[in-house]
């Protein structure tokens, strides 16, 4: 996808603004040096060759003035490049960076909770994922490009005191040098190279050997000399590339250099000749020898600026049509004191691409106080039950209804506190335990939840949290350490534990668990439940669970078979039945005789 340039120089502008508000001041100091720096060099060059000329001249009462200058155009320029690249050029480009991450994060913070899973929000943040460094360098780059053009002001006007043809000869030398420059930049093959099957290869071929699960794998597969054939065969197909590219531009380069070497021959023999006839002309041969220089980086500099954010603004404006994306609409009503009903009035719910729907014409009610289990074959829409619950997805057809109104017309942040949904796949931060289980409340405290030693209790994670090293202080991930932070694993039954203690200081009116036990054993399993169900007091629950050891506790029994409700009562009720529910019982229950 290519993007039309109004909205590229938007997007930049856009990004520009973001870093001057985040700090004005500093931004503003970096443009007076800009400003400074650019001219005084021209400046520097003038008054010496006048210097020069007026020492040749004999002209003595004129060389103190013209030093003076010299000397204090000199220092000028020296204080300034010497603040320029100080680290307050760091303390910008980190500033503008976290400037533009934190604008990114909030923004996205104020979507919906499913939208990054959206095809057209996914592309947008894997130029966030992959691209972002751009950003870093937009304000240094910007700053090139201003200093450049600058420059280039200030050497044209410095030409005015060469002959006419000095000025075009150097300008038509600079102007093929920046050309050349402009067709390299252009050439960005590693950007290339990256989207291409064998970047990608190289760079999963690198994932794949820092990772310890991944290379574990490998060892295992005994798959490590087929990859590295692989990455082998990728590499020289890279280097080919790269060959070429360069030996493209060690061509252009040699017949460049020949050619700025017989125009500054031209200009030296010139002047050289001239400045024995009169003083004036060793002036003029000082300052177009000196113009050779700063028309080439000038216009280089233009050229290599302008390359480079031409290429960046189709980064920056993926990312701004992420920026562009409407935030999730916080209004409406808030959530009825009495207790909750929830009705499912003829829902379907169809996946993106899929060919039958998840769920199909579903007609059913919840209780807050109620206390289900929902169970079925893989695929049969239990998930995506507890997903339409969320509000993770809404309804392909029909609606939902809490306490007779439109689901969709209450205050989305206050349904996600009422109805608390672990995911099948939730996961830990990389963080401190303490940090992790704490994570969706307001200093510790929820509105719905229990309190953290009562939750920990419950799950059974107080045991996991006492076998860590440093208990509640424990940091949990790999890559997120800091040195000096030894990271711990946990195992996946250890897991599970945690997400469930997080979920139930989180709390909500209605409490919903997909798979929460999965990775327990047995014994863990039935406790959890045990407490869970003495614990929720008028609380809702909801339990997706393939263990019926565990379902039959509960009061109410939702089946789902091919996406319909098929049957739901008690164990009892449903087993009497001898419909689907009793066959799957009995399925599992003939592997414990």
Do not use: C
Not at 285 to 297: C, D, I, K, Q, R
Not at 360 to 372: A, D, S, V
Not at 429 to 442: A, H
Not at 519 to 546: C, T
């Amino acid at each position: 996808m290519h993007f039309p340039t109004k909205d590229k120089v938007r997007a930049y502008w856009r990004f520009i603004l973001i870093i001057w508000r985040a700090n004005p001041g500093l931004a503003l100091v970096r443009l007076i040096l800009l400003v400074a720096g650019s001219f005084l060099q021209p400046v520097e060059v003038y008054f010496f060759a006048q210097f020069i000329a007026a020492i040749a001249a004999g002209r003595s009462e004129q060389a103190p003035f013209l030093l003076g200058v010299v000397i204090v155009s000199y220092a000028l320029r020296y204080l300034v490049n010497e603040i320029t690249y100080s680290r307050l050029g760091d303390w910008l480009a980190r500033t503008s960076t976290l400037a533009v991450e934190g604008y990114i994060y909030r923004h996205l913070s104020q979507l919906e909770p499913g939208a990054l899973g959206r095809p057209e929000i996914k592309r947008s943040l894997d130029f966030v994922r992959e691209d972002l460094w751009r950003l870093n360098r937009l304000a240094d780059t910007s700053e090139w490009f201003i200093r450049s053009v600058l420059k280039f002001a200030g050497t044209l006007a410095l030409a005015l005191a060469a002959p006419f043809w000095v000025m075009w000869l150097v300008l038509a030398d600079a102007l093929l040098q920046a050309a050349n420059y402009w067709l390299e930049s252009r050439k960005e093959i590693w950007a290339t190279t990256w989207n291409s099957l064998d970047g990608r290869r190289l760079e999963y071929t690198r994932y794949l050997f820092i990772n310890a699960r991944e290379f574990r794998e490998l060892k295992l597969l005994g798959a490590v000399k087929v990859l590295l054939d692989k990455w082998s065969a990728a590499r020289d197909r890279i280097l080919v590339r790269f060959k070429a590219v360069a030996m493209a531009s060690l061509r252009n380069r040699l017949l460049l250099t020949i050619i700025h070497v017989a125009a500054y021959a031209v200009v030296i023999i010139v002047f050289g000749r001239e400045a024995f006839a009169g003083p004036q002309a060793l002036a003029t041969l000082y300052v177009a020898l000196n113009l050779f220089s700063l028309m080439g980086e000038a216009l280089n500099g233009i050229s290599g600026s302008a390359t480079r954010l031409w290429s960046d603004m189709e980064i920056m404006a993926y990312i701004n049509q992420l920026l562009n994306f409407e935030p999730e609409n916080q209004g409406g009503l808030d959530l009825p004191k009495e207790p909750l009903v929830i009705v499912f009035k003829n829902v379907t719910y169809q996946y993106p691409d899929a060919r039958e729907p998840a769920i199909k014409n579903l007609n059913l009610t919840i209780r807050e106080n109620e206390h289900l289990a929902i169970v079925g074959e893989n695929g049969a829409g239990k998930s995506t039950l507890l997903k339409l619950l969320s509000g993770l997805i809404r309804p392909t057809k029909g609606i939902i209804t809490l306490n007779g109104k439109d689901l969709r017309q209450y205050k989305p942040g206050a349904w996600r506190s009422a109805f608390h949904f672990m995911l099948q796949d939730a996961k830990l931060y990389q963080d401190f335990i303490k940090d992790n289980l704490l994570y969706g409340t307001s200093s510790g405290k929820s509105k719905f939840g229990l309190p953290l030693k009562q939750s920990v209790e419950i799950s059974g994670s107080n045991t996991v949290i006492t076998s860590l090293p440093q208990n509640y202080r424990t940091f949990i991930g790999d890559w997120a350490a800091p040195p000096g932070i030894t990271p711990h694993q946990v195992s996946g039954g250890q897991e599970q534990r945690l997400l469930i203690s997080r979920s139930l200081i989180h709390g909500g009116r209605i409490l919903g668990f997909d798979e929460p036990t999965s990775a327990m054993d047995a014994n863990a399993e039935m406790k959890f439940f045990e407490n869970m169900l003495s614990a929720a007091g008028n609380r809702g629950l909801i339990f997706v669970s393939h263990r019926f050891s565990t379902v039959r506790r509960a009061k109410r029994i939702m089946v789902f078979h091919h996406g319909h409700l098929a049957e739901q009562g008690t164990h009892d009720e449903l087993m009497s039945l001898e419909g689907k529910y009793a066959e799957l019982y009995q399925q599992q229950a003939k592997w414990y005789v």
